[in-house]
Every structure is written in C-alpha cells, then in structure tokens.
C-alpha cells in the first residue's frame, strides 16, 4: 500500500527551540506539500516542492522553511518555534505528468509549542 | 484558481444518498474539479476529479453541469463511516499541482 509517512504523530517543544517534522514518501512522486490545518481557518499550505533541492512558498511561509534534499524526504524546519505554531501539520506528495491523480496525505503531525 | 462556494454541513441518514453541493461559478474552461474528504484526525483522502464529463468510481459519482458552475458529489449509499469534511476544489492543473483548501462541507451521516 503507497504510503505517506510522516514521523511524530504527537509532538511537544518548548518556544525557542529548532523543530524538525519529517515527512517521506515510497510512490516515486515528483511532488511534496506541507500544510498546516487550525480550526476555523481549514488547510494553508506552507510551501512545497516539485524537484529534489527546489522549494517554493506556499500562503505561510513565515517562520519556516523546508528541505528536500532526496526525492522521497521533504522536511518541514521551524527555526524557533512559538506558541502561534502550535497546530495540525499535514505532508502530501503527487506526481507529474499523465492522468490527473490525486494528492496522497499522511496521517498528521499534531504540534504543540509551550 | 476559481473559489468555491459549499454549505458549512449537512446531515444524511445512513443508506441513504449524500448529494453535496458546490458552486464554482467563475471557474474556467482549463479547471478540474477535485473532492477531497477528512475524516477526524486523518490526512485527507482523494475522493474523485472531472472536468466537464460526470465522473464515477468506486467511492463516488461526481456530476458537474453543463456550464459546469457547479458540481455534486453523491455517495449513492451512504455509511457512518463516510462522516468527514468534505472539500470542492477547482483548480488548474500546472506543474507544481498546487491544491489550496477552502472550508468545505462538514457531513454528518446519523443511524
């Protein structure tokens, strides 16, 4: 079964700190996605990549940033969390080309920053 | 990429037919139409997409109009477990594939 795997399912860190969410895909897809979902406000994207190395900005990008330095692995850096980070983080991946498929989403990481 | 437009929820008794509303009305000629669905606590899940033809699968039947304005989503038998938020989006389809998420369509299926 192709799968989207992200690496915490729940996670806390304390304001200041540097925080990792780590997202990998086994589908061979070009593309690579990261949301965050709060209530009232639904999914935002944060930024994706459609290459190894290439990254571009999503609706809310400030505060983070990404790194995808193998085509499976898309990692989502806070470089120092706060509290209004506190959220549902979504990974996604899809590919190029051909039919038009759906994307494919993980399970979530549920941050929270104290 | 058009907005869309969806009721906030709606309530649908089990075994019955979930038909779900969504207004695109400034969609253009190049825009999909895709449907998505969260349940509680899950990433959400590919449901179905179609341009202009009315579309089926083994989840769902989605009918678009003839001006393709708008759309519905039928899950012909519905089931407790099809209880999610159910997202309409338009979109074109370049090379980064970029879905933006409105707030979508909380459905509540009851016994």
């Known amino acids: 079964d192709v799968k989207v795997t992200q690496s915490s399912r729940y996670l806390v860190k304390r304001t200041g700190e540097k925080v990792f969410l780590e997202c990998v895909q086994d589908?061979?897809?070009?593309?690579m996605f990261w949301y965050r979902q709060d209530p009232g406000l639904g999914l935002r994207l944060i930024y994706f990549s459609y290459d190894v190395k290439m990254k571009e900005k999503g609706d809310i990008p400030e505060g983070y940033s990404v790194s995808r330095e193998k085509k499976e692995r898309f990692s989502l850096i806070l470089e120092s969390a706060s509290t209004n980070q506190t959220s549902m983080y979504l990974c996604?991946?899809?590919?190029?080309?051909?039919?038009?498929?759906?994307?494919?989403f993980g399970s979530g990481t549920r941050l929270t920053v104290v | 990429d058009a907005k869309t437009t969806q009721p906030p929820s709606m309530d649908c008794a089990e075994g019955r037919a979930a038909n779900l509303p969504c207004n695109h009305s400034t969609i253009s000629g190049n825009e999909y139409v895709y449907w998505y669905r969260q349940i509680h606590s899950q990433g959400p899940q590919y449901i179905i997409h179609?341009?202009?033809n009315n579309e089926t699968n083994e989840m769902a039947s989605l009918i678009i109009t003839e001006d393709r304005k708008s759309s519905t989503l039928i899950l012909p038998h519905a089931t407790l477990r099809d209880t999610a938020v159910y997202y309409c989006?338009?979109?074109?389809?370049?090379?980064?594939?970029?879905?933006?998420f409105g707030t979508g369509t909380r459905l509540q299926v009851f016994p």
């Open positions: 996604a991946s899809s590919p190029n080309g051909g039919p038009l498929y759906g994307y494919t």
């Open positions: 179609g341009l202009k």
């Open positions: 989006i338009v979109r074109v389809r370049p090379n980064t594939d970029k879905l933006i």
């Open positions: 589908m061979d897809h070009e593309n």
